[in-house]
């Protein structure tokens, strides 16, 4: 087992472990790639301020979300195919975040179900959902987050259009993975995830049994590749909002007019995101879009931060910017790739351990003291 000392080395690992199909299918952006790159070059790019002389003993980085208390300010994100990176994946992250003391979110294309990660947590967890066509079906999903006591839904705004991801068409990615030559000799290598995976969950946990006429996973695919709604307004948010009647987050805010009408529709947060760079390629960077959206709204309305962090550093500077939270995807898909549950606890303390230690170098005790004071300004 080789020493791991950041979240790269746990990305190389899941690399090494994890199909290509599926490995590129959490590691990819849509056309050129040039915003989800962005999102992390440009958080590169803010320079902390170092101080001195400041006695930063009994640091804390713990704070609330929406009201409720987290060890750090992170979420885990909301994440597609989950399961396909580590066999029963959510079910493992759940735990993970929960022993930690973060929020988990289950994604609503997730491959364990609402069900499945009820059965393994004791809090509970936050469920995110797609505004498909099939209302119906919307009601039927929001109904099972409340039976299994979701204590947040995570309303996605951002994919009514499906974005390309050229990695996918070219890797034939699809679940479970198709027996092509090249599929067939990438699974020969990883023999672990192979065995792992006779094991585990094979299909859309949330869907399976539960639309009318498609039980199978391509009959599923199909549908679900129809239903993404470009006719989406506002008006269906204050819809789900009513049928929710619990705490409400709407993920994939990016410009300071739709912060603005998210703030006044009632939600308990936004987050600031860009779908990971995998929808509109060409868009800015999460950060970029950050402090124009706190300015706007932060008064009124949570603002968290999502797109390219790597580091407890990039945690630190989201919130510098003014996020009240963060939201991590692709961190926690390498960690669960690369060693199931012990790589997201892993992460989540490397997270934590460079959280601490840069608010540390800045001269901050408390993550609620943290703003632009430790940033240089450019």
């Given at each position: 087992m080789p020493v791991i000392t950041c979240i790269e080395d746990l990305r190389i690992l899941a690399q090494k472990r994890v199909p290509k199909a599926f490995y590129d299918y959490a590691d990819s952006g849509s056309y050129t790639e040039g915003t989800y790159r962005a999102n992390s070059t440009d958080l590169a790019a803010l320079k902390l301020r170092q101080r001195v002389a400041i006695n930063v003993d009994e640091r804390s980085t713990a704070t609330t979300m929406i009201g409720e208390n987290v060890t750090m300010p992170v979420a885990i994100a909301p994440t597609g195919l989950t399961g396909m990176q580590w066999a029963n994946g959510e079910m493992l992250g759940a735990i993970a975040a929960e022993k930690f003391g973060i929020p988990f979110t289950l994604s609503t294309m997730s491959i364990c179900s609402i069900e499945d990660v009820a059965s393994v947590t004791t809090k509970p967890f936050w469920f995110q959902l797609y505004v498909m066509r099939d209302r119906g079906f919307v009601k039927s999903l929001i109904e099972r987050a409340k039976a299994a006591k979701c204590s947040a839904l995570v309303l996605t705004l951002d994919l009514q259009i499906l974005g390309q991801r050229h990695k996918d068409i070219k890797n034939g990615m699809s679940v479970p993975p198709?027996?092509?030559?090249?599929?067939?000799?990438?699974?020969?290598?990883?023999?672990?995830?192979?065995?792992?995976?006779?094991?585990?969950?094979?299909?859309?946990?949330?869907?399976?049994?539960?639309?009318?006429?498609?039980?199978?996973?391509?009959?599923?695919?199909?549908?679900?590749?129809?239903?993404?709604?470009?006719?989406?307004?506002?008006?269906?948010?204050?819809?789900?909002?009513?049928?929710?009647?619990?705490?409400?987050?709407?993920?994939?805010?990016?410009?300071?007019?739709?912060?603005?009408?998210?703030?006044?529709?009632?939600?308990?947060?936004?987050?600031?995101?860009?779908?990971?760079?995998?929808?509109?390629?060409?868009?800015?960077?999460?950060?970029?879009?950050?402090?124009?959206?706190?300015?706007?709204?932060?008064?009124?309305?949570?603002?968290?931060?999502?797109?390219?962090?790597?580091?407890?550093?990039?945690?630190?500077?989201?919130?510098?910017?003014?996020?009240?939270?963060?939201?991590?995807?692709?961190?926690?898909?390498?960690?669960?790739?690369?060693?199931?549950?012990?790589?997201?606890?892993?992460?989540?303390?490397?997270?934590?351990?460079?959280?601490?230690?840069?608010?540390?170098?800045?001269?901050?005790?408390?993550?609620?003291?943290?703003?632009?004071?430790?940033?240089?300004?450019?």
């Open positions: 198709k027996m092509t030559i090249a599929n067939l000799i990438d699974l020969a290598s990883k023999p672990a995830w192979a065995l792992r995976a006779l094991g585990g969950r094979k299909t859309f946990g949330n869907l399976a049994g539960h639309v009318k006429g498609a039980d199978g996973i391509l009959t599923l695919s199909k549908w679900t590749a129809s239903q993404f709604d470009p006719t989406l307004s506002w008006d269906d948010i204050a819809w789900i909002k009513q049928q929710w009647g619990g705490k409400l987050i709407l993920k994939g805010i990016l410009d300071v007019e739709d912060a603005k009408i998210a703030a006044a529709s009632g939600a308990d947060a936004i987050v600031v995101s860009n779908h990971g760079g995998r929808q509109l390629d060409g868009a800015i960077s999460s950060i970029s879009a950050l402090p124009a959206i706190v300015e706007a709204v932060g008064d009124q309305i949570e603002v968290w931060f999502d797109g390219g962090i790597r580091s407890g550093q990039d945690v630190l500077k989201a919130v510098a910017l003014g996020a009240k939270g963060t939201m991590i995807g692709r961190a926690f898909l390498y960690s669960l790739g690369a060693m199931g549950e012990a790589g997201v606890t892993k992460m989540l303390e490397i997270m934590r351990q460079e959280l601490d230690v840069s608010m540390a170098l800045t001269g901050t005790k408390d993550i609620k003291d943290v703003g632009p004071q430790i940033l240089m300004r450019g």
